[in-house]
């Protein structure tokens, strides 16, 4: 076991690493934006100005590393992309759990933030029903609220997000269980968990996937800056490490990844059921069948048993520049060219 001390410690040299990527000119480039909502587990960004009459997007990343992600710089940014189409676009910003004393669990995350970022959000526009776009753990988070408080989500864009679990869904993340600490064993988890512990046990899971294909991607852009400065961008996002409430960690491996009960119709929280049939809202799904954290098998079953027939599939190869090919849909020149114009004009058609 690794002290808490250690990994507090690896995470501060992470972030001074980072600091050093930031004067070498490569940390992110992002979108002016206007705090529209500043609870104690969520934060709203606004951007653009004052709402104009137009589709709501809301952007929800994953609670693990930094949001900017979505706003990595001005050419593979989702955000630039969003504002460029016309839309109303707002990043949902998670609190640092350990700055804020924070300590909660799958049901916060997955419904009462979600539900109080949107509360400010249509607020803010005087709409109801945005639309919805979640990566990774975010995508996860994004199609649960979706299936407990269906009447709040015009249309769910998932990518690269996780919805069926156990080996038979998740991928590399199956190997992840066992190099986590036991969970709930009566009593949940309390404080955070430290965002090295996260990498490391990513890295354990899957060396090739967050090792050495990232060498591999490096070489494989060096005679192209523009790529070469994307890589880097996102290895110094990588290196921004967000810790993780205890409690929700604890929740997503036991009730997620080691007892699906999402897709298996007996996700409990807040005194409602989480099942995939509760979702109506027309949904989107960008698969990568070459991503070993994401493979088709865990996202395929949900877009068949969830409750509405207006389900479109893309499909997302990867591409070089990338750093790690989970992120590519998010800052792939070549995602940015020819399958965000496509995910955009179906989500203005359905906000």
């Known amino acids: 076991m690794i002290e808490p001390g250690v990994l507090q410690s690896a995470d501060r040299l992470r972030r001074l690493a980072g600091r050093w990527l930031d004067a070498a000119g490569l ?27 137009a589709p709501v997007l809301a952007l929800l ?15 593979v940014s989702v955000v630039r992309r969003c504002l460029e189409r016309g839309l109303n ?12 004393r924070l300590d ?36 996860t988070l994004a199609a649960i609220f979706a299936a407990l408080r269906p ?30 600490p036991p969970a709930r064993r009566g009593t949940g988890r309390r404080g955070t968990v430290a965002g090295t512990l996260l990498d490391l046990a990513s890295v354990a899971a899957a060396p090739d996937v967050f090792v050495w294909d990232r060498w591999i991607d490096r070489l494989a852009c060096a005679w192209d800056p523009e790529r070469l400065a994307v ?52 949904i989107l799904a960008v698969l990568d069948p070459r991503d070993r954290l994401v493979p088709p098998a865990s996202v395929l079953p949900f877009l068949a048993a969830a409750g509405t027939s207006d389900t479109t599939l893309l499909r997302y190869d990867g591409e070089p ?7 590519g849909v998010l800052v792939g020149r070549a995602a940015h060219r020819s399958l965000w114009p496509q995910i955009l004009a179906w989500a203005a058609r359905r906000a």
Do not use: N
């Open 27 to 53: 940390g992110p480039v992002e979108t002016p934006a206007r705090r529209v909502h500043a609870g104690r587990g969520i934060e709203v960004l606004g951007y653009g100005g004052a709402p104009q009459p």
């Open 61 to 75: 990343p994953a609670p693990i590393k930094r949001p900017y992600i979505w706003d990595l710089a001005p050419s």
């Open 89 to 100: 676009v707002y990043l949902l910003r998670w609190a640092d759990p350990a700055e804020a």
């Open 104 to 139: 909660l669990g799958l049901a916060d995350y997955a419904d009462t933030l979600i539900a109080e970022a949107l509360g400010a959000i249509e607020r803010d526009t005087g709409r109801r029903r945005p639309v919805l776009l979640g990566h990774s753990l975010g995508g």
């Open 151 to 180: 009447e709040r989500v015009g249309g769910l864009v998932l990518l690269g997000a996780p919805l069926r679990f156990g080996p038979a869904g998740t991928g590399a993340f199956a190997a992840l269980l066992g190099t986590m």
């Open 231 to 282: 890589h880097y961008r996102v290895e110094r996002w990588t290196l921004d490490e967000v810790p993780m409430c205890g409690r929700l960690l604890d929740d997503v491996v036991d009730l997620l990844y080691r007892e699906d009960r999402f897709m298996g119709r007996r996700l409990r929280l807040g005194g409602r059921t989480a099942r995939p049939d509760a979702v109506t809202a027309p």
């Open 321 to 327: 520049g990338t750093a790690l090919r989970h992120v």
